[in-house]
């Protein structure tokens, strides 16, 4: 977990670990990719069977699913007018009465929760006062204020700080790295940890963030391509479902302030071009997630080329 999010999850620890924990939360941001990776960890560690001092235990069944965890319900926006839509809602309230969970327990994530209309909320009020047995939900949202008071009012907030510059520059320091670079690993692969870790898929990262960043400023996409080898089309789906999901957020959210959005710069593909795109993308990164081989020249030519097309029809 990076070093800045200490103190928030310390918080949430304290309440998990207290005589009636919370089985709704929400985590307000400034920026969504850090508080992702805040909801992400929680999400986990609740469904861990084995949570040691509340952390994931990172060995018993659960947490050895690769993600999507099939226990997970994630709502999140859809369709051109990016909200939550209703029939989502029912349906995830629906999987969470009728049917069976791995160890009993579930968690439902809805985010960006600014992002659900009024029946939704309704929906999901009625169902937060009276949760399905194991179910526990998760908000996370850059406004609070959108979401209705009822709802809000039962939930536990907690506040997702960003780091402060004189922080950032601390832990990059005793890391012996940059804090610019810092930042951009955890935007890209949520682990800003990797540089020390796997310095050659933060290498990846920022090669492939690059490429869209040249792409999307008109460069040819079979030029791009051509340096890349046999690459790990993990890293650099990930890579790319992030970029989609930032450049998604950007379009709903007042404030973003993550080194993606800056990098791409507005305006943006649609969001349901971006939808689509990220799709293509997670055909990929299920194949090579599940270890079947993928080529990579080709799945990397042929999102390369979709990504040049959907910039294609972002009015100059
Ligand atoms: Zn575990």
């Known amino acids: 977990m990076s070093p800045w ?153 907690v506040k997702v700080p960003v780091p402060t510059r004189q922080i950032l520059e601390k832990t990059a320091q005793s890391l012996g790295i940059n804090g ?30 690059d490429a869209l960043v040249r792409i999307r400023f008109g460069e040819d996409s079979q030029v791009v391509l051509k340096p890349f080898g046999k690459v790990d089309m993990l890293t650099a789906s990930t890579v790319m479902e992030r970029v989609c999901d930032q450049l998604i957020r950007a379009q709903f959210q007042q404030s973003s302030q993550d080194p993606i959005t800056a990098a791409l710069s507005a305006p943006y593909p649609t969001v349901r071009l971006l939808y689509q795109y990220k799709e293509r993308v997670a055909e990929v990164r299920t194949q090579a997630q599940a270890g079947i081989a993928v080529n990579s020249g080709l799945a990397l030519g042929s999102l390369f080329a979709a990504w040049a097309f959907i910039w294609t029809r972002v009015p100059r």
């Not at 659960?62 to 965890?69: A, E, G, L, V, W």
């Open 5 to 157: 999010l200490k103190s928030s999850w310390q918080s949430v620890l304290e309440s998990l670990q207290s005589a009636s924990p919370p089985h709704a939360w929400c985590l307000t941001h400034t920026s969504a990719v850090i508080a992702d990776s805040l909801t992400d960890h929680l999400a986990h560690s609740l469904l861990c069977d084995a949570p040691r001092k509340g952390e994931p235990c990172g060995e018993c069944v659960s947490c050895r699913i690769p993600d999507p965890h099939p226990d997970i319900l994630a709502l999140g926006p859809e369709g051109a007018a990016g909200m939550i839509k209703i029939d989502a809602v029912r349906e995830a309230i629906e999987v969470a009465y009728t049917t069976a969970s791995m160890a009993g327990r579930r968690v439902m994530i809805v985010r960006p929760a600014d992002c659900l209309n009024q029946a939704a909320s309704n929906a999901l009020l009625k169902v937060v006062e009276e949760p399905p047995s194991g179910t526990v939900f998760i908000f996370q949202t850059a406004v609070p204020g959108k979401l209705l008071p009822t709802l809000l009012s039962r939930l536990r907030m």
């Open 180 to 209: 610019e670079d810092l930042l951009l690993t955890d935007a890209l692969l949520a682990e800003p940890m990797a540089l020390q870790t796997a310095p050659e898929r933060v290498g990846l990262a920022r090669d492939v963030l």
